[in-house]
């Protein structure tokens, strides 16, 4: 008897953006490394006392706070690529371990979440090496990766390594093509429009195609983004801009017969514990209470965003805490304010 599947039983692969994604609109939320608090400013004077520089995070309780957002019903966790720590220039080492590496190990010990780059600075990178490390990911971690994508925008990096940094649009764009041609089947390339049979770049990624997140423009038109990225992720900004962002990233994926992919913000948030208290705006969020934050994730998701990867690092509570009360309590508002919710109840 044949094994051979017929197509209709063929299984189906996995999207990583369908984590993220609601089929029929609706927010999902995310989580975006480091998980620590070190913005308060009580946790800011444990680190003088540490003797920890400024914009080193302490990755402490790192395993067990991304174990505690995946099995809480988050739908993403998300990291930087921040290869150099310049504590003059930008003050900020991002999420400290190679991107890599930590996604390897955050496949090992997660089941549920899509694990996303936010993201790698692909012209610091060789094409072959990030393919081959992205497609032991997706593989590792049963499909769930998420690529997100950037051109960089920290000039110092690039002379460190020999490399032009007016010039990274073009090594963006042409390493975005090397991707695409080193994951398919049939040999692997061989500087620009050379394919070699003979030679083949392992593991295969899971997916059907890994999904590609631009953040920021990486020097490309729009025009580009809309026919070659599956996402956008932008940053944190008013309702309004919000809006016409997520529009015109539809309207552009529509025009090309493209689904809309997925259109992804950021959020700074302070959860205070008082879930009255209302919003207070600050540099990319806010500190708020829970209602309240409630109402403004309502008013992201009729702007057009499909998901919001909050940072907690000005949290003053223990993380732990912050994220039990989004599990309890803002993620069943989102999932009844759905779409689907709202139908299924009509």
Known sequence: MSLALSSSMSPQKPDALDLIRKPHGGLTLGIELPLDNDWAPARELERVRQ????????LTHHPDLVRQVDRSGFSAVWMRDVPVFDPNGFGDAGSVYDP?????????????????????????????????????VDQLSGGRLILGVASGDRPVEYPLLGLDFEQRGDAF???VSYLRDAWK????????????????????PLQAAIPMVIAGRGRQSPDWISANMQ??????????RLNAQARDWTAARMSLGLDR?????????ELSDNPDEELAPRRFGARVGRNAFIDHLHALENAGVDHLALLLRPSTRPL???????ASDVLPALRAHSPAAKTAAE
């Not at 061989?190 to 070699?196: A, D």
């Not at 996402?231 to 309004?240: S, W």
């Not at 992919?261 to 948030?269: K, P, R, T, V």
Request: no cysteine; charged share 15%; aromatic share 8%.
């Open 51 to 58: 003797g920890r520089p400024f914009g080193v995070p302490d």
């Open 100 to 136: 890599f590496v930590n996604l390897g190990f955050l496949a090992g010990i997660t089941q549920n979440v899509a694990l996303g780059t936010a993201a790698i600075v692909l012209p610091l990178r060789h094409p072959m090496m990030v393919a081959k490390a992205v497609a032991s």
């Open 173 to 175: 764009r042409n390493a």
């Open 185 to 204: 089947t049939g040999g692997l390339p061989i500087g620009v429009g050379r394919i070699e049979p003979s030679l083949d770049l392992l593991p295969k």
């Open 231 to 240: 996402g956008r992720f932008v940053y944190p900004n008013g309702l309004e």
């Open 261 to 269: 992919g997925a259109f992804i913000s950021a959020f700074h948030l």
């Open 320 to 326: 732990a805490e912050v994220i039990d009360e989004l």
